[in-house]
């Protein structure tokens, strides 16, 4: 069962990976013009560790987060994933939010 769940989550990694290139470009474009002037993408209380002005550093941390689960304990494996969902959501909501801007 672990590994339908660890496959379904490497597929959203995925998805989240193009996302995340198609937006720091947007980012780059933006701050360019001299626009998008935020030292962190997410707020600090989020709990993600990275701190970054730009996406793929916080997807580089799921990955990382993906490989702690798929080598987890039965016992540590239902709070990493709980964690995990979340952190995507987060950083899923706030990808859209961002593309959606004009």
Known sequence: MHDSVIDRLNDTLKELYHQAIDADKKLAALRAKGQAKFSAVLREDSDFITHADHFM???????EELELLSSSSEAEYQALLTRMVH???LLATTLGQFMRLD
Not at 57 to 63: G, H
């Open 87 to 89: 952190k995507i959501q």
């Open 57 to 63: 550093p916080y997807v580089a941390e799921l990955a």
